[in-house]
């Protein structure tokens, strides 16, 4: 459904990205791990259109998204959960989702998305009138992916969505991605946890300094001697 | 002694209805910094060029006013988009000093523009609005007009920003930039939006503001500098503090006037704009974050 070839990428004389060539398949769970300053961001970045490659290729679905100006690559079909949440804090709850649903397309059934975050989350729905910047990490987080899926996605691409958060809220939060998976949404996620993304995902991608060192099943990461001794400190 | 005589009260009232008209004002430019990061230094000049338009129309061709008054809103409104297009979007990625100087030329680009197409004459729209006498004070017709205008003219902004999507997106915009592509939205048709917005609300002010005040080309300076004192005083980009710094700013110069000349109602107002600004310098209703 998503496929990266070869993309290169950077900012301004920095480069970030060496030739990363990634794909999520239908029906796919993917997680990117690696250390800090791998370019995990910088990844999804590029394939929201938040940065433009500098070379390479990425495709979701047929559609050339390198071609495709920024603000209609949520039309095709992906939706971005950024890093450190990027609220609006002085908007409500239900503004800031209003905002996850401002595609055309998705105003149509604003009312059926609603209440499907709202289910999915039953706090925002208390806190819908509250101006999402005074809400508490995990709420913000909550708030952040609910925007995200207004839109009505196909891949939902989830940037370090444990940060800052404390272990009780980070285990929530992973059963909740399964949750949203389960409902037949693709999942791209970049994480530190990696203990925690690896339970949830079907295959991973080791980011580091840019470029792919390793890749294959969730379960197979989690055994390899590499990635137990380096990331899982075991 | 009455502590609320009937000259007091006369002039609380002015100044509430004066407030309503200077809140106005300074709602279109507070939105075009808000969204656009921009200010817009000739702001009173389009409004200037609005309220020749009222005064060719109406009173030169003889439109009807309510016609007049609907295409000037438009028209500067337009004005708006094209200042936009011409001068602030190639240099939207330039520093803000260059930004504010190239504004700044507009505005003398448009006085003088005034002055060759209009002559420096002070023209009117020679609409005698009768004055209302009530329990012995004395309110001008025009004021109370004026005012009305501009409320209904806030609301109507109001609820589009509140209950529209492109509302919405105007709110979010100048809340985090960068983001707003992960939404769908593409920011040049909001700045487009916003400077249409901007430039309707002076077209609306030019016809409020000329059923009192004679036009010239160099009018604009009359109520262009106190409109961005009173943003500054709201904190820029900040619409709520904005429309309460209008009201203190017009209660102000209108008790000023009262109790000495007007002129000291002014100097009144300049004075604590600087004392303000040493004590809340974010501005009257600036967040603490």
């Known amino acids: 459904m998503l496929e990266l070839r070869s993309v290169r990428a950077g900012y301004g004389g920095f480069q970030a990205l060496f030739d990363v060539s990634l794909e999520v398949r239908h029906g796919e769970a993917v997680g990117v791990i690696g250390p800090n300053g791998a370019g995990k961001t910088t990844l999804l970045r590029v394939i929201s259109g938040l940065i433009r490659p500098t070379s390479g290729s990425i495709a ?148 580091k300094a840019g470029s792919i060192r390793a890749a294959g099943p969730a379960s197979e990461l989690l055994a390899s001697e590499t990635i137990r001794e380096a990331y899982l400190g075991v | 002694m ?38 817009w230094i000739c702001y009173a000049e389009l409004i200037m060029f609005g309220m020749y338009g009222m005064y060719f129309l109406y009173t030169v061709y003889h439109w009807p006013l309510l016609v007049a008054a609907a295409v000037c809103i438009v028209g500067v409104g337009l004005l708006g988009v094209l200042l936009h297009v011409l001068v602030i979007a190639p240099l939207l990625g330039a520093a803000p000093i260059n930004q504010l100087l190239a504004t700044g030329g507009v505005l003398f680009f448009l006085q003088s523009a005034a002055t060759v197409m209009f002559s420096i004459e002070f023209r009117n729209l020679g609409l005698r609005l009768p004055v209302l006498k009530l329990a012995g004070m004395f309110i001008s017709y025009s004021r109370l007009l004026a005012f009305a205008a501009a409320l209904i003219g806030m609301v109507l902004v109001y609820l589009f920003l509140a209950r529209t999507y492109t509302g919405a997106a105007i709110r979010a915009i100048a809340q985090d930039r960068q983001i707003m592509v992960l939404m ?27 059923l009192q005040y004679d036009v010239h080309p160099f009018v604009g300076l009359s109520f262009g500098p106190i409109t961005f004192l009173i943003c ?58």
């Open chain 1, 60 to 207: 979701m679905e047929g559609v050339d998204l390198v071609a495709t100006p920024p603000h209609r690559i949520v039309a095709v079909g992906i939706a971005h959960v950024p890093e450190s949440r990027r609220l609006f804090p002085r908007m409500t709850v239900e503004d800031n989702l209003k905002m996850g649903g401002f595609l055309p397309s998705a105003r149509a059934k604003y009312q059926d998305r609603l209440a499907f975050v709202y289910e999915l989350f039953p706090r925002l729905r208390e806190r819908r009138r509250q101006l999402a910047g005074t809400m508490s990490g995990g709420e913000q987080q909550m708030c952040a992916i609910g925007r995200a899926l207004m839109s009505d996605p196909k891949l939902l691409l989830l940037d370090e969505p444990s940060a800052g958060l404390a272990p009780v809220i980070v285990e929530q939060l992973f059963d909740l991605v399964k949750r949203i998976r389960a409902g037949g949404l693709n999942v791209l996620i970049v994480e530190q946890n990696v203990r925690q993304v690896l339970r949830v995902v079907d295959r991973a991608y080791l980011l």
């Open chain 2, 2 to 39: 009455a502590i609320l005589d009937v000259f007091l009260l006369e002039a609380l009232i002015n100044g509430v209805l004066l407030g309503g008209v200077l809140a106005l004002l300074s709602l279109g430019l507070n939105l075009v910094f808000g969204v656009i990061d921009v200010v």
């Open chain 2, 184 to 210: 769908g939205v593409d920011a040049r048709r909001i700045y487009l939006i916003t400077s249409a917005l901007g430039g309707g609300l002076a077209g609306l002010a030019a016809c409020l503001l000329v």
């Open chain 2, 232 to 289: 500054v005083l709201g904190g820029l980009g900040n619409f709520g503090g904005g429309f309460v710094a209008a009201f203190v700013f017009a209660e102000l110069i209108s008790l000023g006037g009262l109790y000495l000349d007007l002129e000291w109602g002014y100097v009144f107002a300049f004075v604590f704009f600087i004392v303000m600004m040493f004590v809340r310098p974010a501005g009257l209703l600036a967040r603490r974050s």
